[in-house]
């Protein structure tokens, strides 16, 4: 009895205390919100629906072949956003090209993207709200978190995709000239363009495996059937990447005209060479005047202490021993 006694006294006194019972109150006000809204969402968007669920891991292991990592985000995120995707047939194919050329090409990659919006955007505010009467801040100033929040859980994915996109673009550039160099002593071996790229996706699986997964991902749609020009186009919106769109505007060229491929294959591997060491010299160019503001503003005030700071501390002591 005493041990319960023990254990009510703290509940007894914040009941007695106005404020901390405010505070309390607001908290689990809070906390029934959320919950509520969660609840909302998963009977509205039918994420507890086993029969849904079974069909998006059945859809997913088809079309990755093994269950990965992403299932259970996909599980729970895809329903929610999938209420989310706008239903303007240009913005929906600009997404999916996005996300395709961040590296996402399962099927459910822009509901994820929405879902993880809508997550980001909803949580961290609604978590700011249940904390906010335990900081004692004006309320202005809580509403003005809890609008930063939202908004930049808002921004935040698609500020995640630029990312992603930006450094997917530069592993296929920094790839290109190897690809190149390979490609071209494949197709003078002898081996047809397809199997030159099939060979140099094998090749390149180590050394750099985003460029080794988009040829690979072109010989498979050859082999299913798609056509070799069909297959560079999808190739070339696939990627994004400048150099490809110039390399698959040479090849259909080659094609069309039906020269040699391993000497046009040759002659863009030179192009994209002088164009690399322009870029170079370019940025070696560019490196005095960069090196100039750190030097200013870093370097100089520092070698200025060094060199004068001795000199003038003994001309201020000689002044103070003269009196002056």
């Given at each position: 009895?005493?041990?319960?006694?023990?254990?009510?006294?703290?509940?007894?006194?914040?009941?007695?205390?106005?404020?901390?019972?405010?505070?309390?109150?607001?908290?689990?006000?809070g906390l029934a919100i959320f919950t509520l809204l969660l609840a909302l969402s998963m009977v509205v968007m039918g994420v507890s629906d086993p029969l849904r669920r079974r069909l998006r891991r059945l859809e997913a292991s088809g079309a990755d072949g093994t269950a990965s990592s992403e299932s259970g985000f996909r599980e729970?995120?895809?329903?929610?956003?999938?209420?989310l995707v706008p239903s303007e047939e240009a913005a929906r194919s600009r997404i999916a090209r996005d996300m395709r050329r961040a590296g996402?090409?399962?099927p459910g990659a822009v509901n994820i993207f929405f879902g993880?919006?809508?997550?980001?955007?909803a949580v961290p505010p609604l978590l700011m709200l249940m904390v906010l009467p335990f900081l004692r801040i004006p309320l202005n100033i809580g509403a003005l978190l809890i609008a930063c929040l939202a908004v930049i859980g808002y921004l935040l994915p698609?500020?995640?995709?630029?990312?992603?996109?930006?450094?997917?673009?530069r592993a296929l550039s920094r790839g290109l000239p190897d690809a190149l160099d390979l490609l071209v002593v494949c197709s003078e071996a002898g081996l047809g363009l397809g199997a030159?790229?099939?060979?140099?996706?094998?090749?390149?699986?180590?050394?750099?495996p985003e460029l080794a997964d988009e040829l690979h991902l072109y010989t498979l749609q050859t082999r299913a059937g798609m056509d070799n020009k069909a297959a560079l186009?999808?190739?070339?919106?696939?990627?994004?990447?400048?150099?490809?769109?110039?390399?698959?505007?040479?090849l259909?060229?080659?094609?069309?005209?039906?020269?040699?491929?391993?000497?046009?294959?040759?002659?863009?591997?030179?192009?994209?060479?002088?164009?690399r060491t322009q870029q170079a010299e370019e940025r070696a160019a560019k490196v005095s005047t960069k090196m100039l503001f750190p030097l200013i503003f870093c370097i100089l005030p520092s070698f200025l202490l060094v060199t004068l700071g001795p000199p003038i501390l003994g001309v201020i002591a000689a002044f103070s021993r003269q009196g002056l």
């Open positions: 009895m005493d041990t319960i006694l023990a254990w009510l006294q703290p509940l007894n006194e914040l009941i007695n205390d106005p404020a901390a019972a405010q505070l309390g109150f607001a908290a689990l006000l729970w995120l895809g329903p929610m956003g999938e209420k996402k090409r399962s993880v919006r809508l997550l980001l955007t698609r500020f995640w995709l630029a990312r992603a996109i930006k450094r997917r673009t030159a790229i099939q060979r140099v996706a094998r090749d390149l699986e180590i050394s750099h186009r999808d190739l070339e919106e696939r990627t994004g990447v400048d150099d490809v769109r110039g390399l698959v505007t040479t259909l060229q080659s094609m069309r005209f039906g020269t040699s491929i391993a000497m046009t294959l040759r002659l863009f591997a030179v192009e994209l060479r002088d164009k």
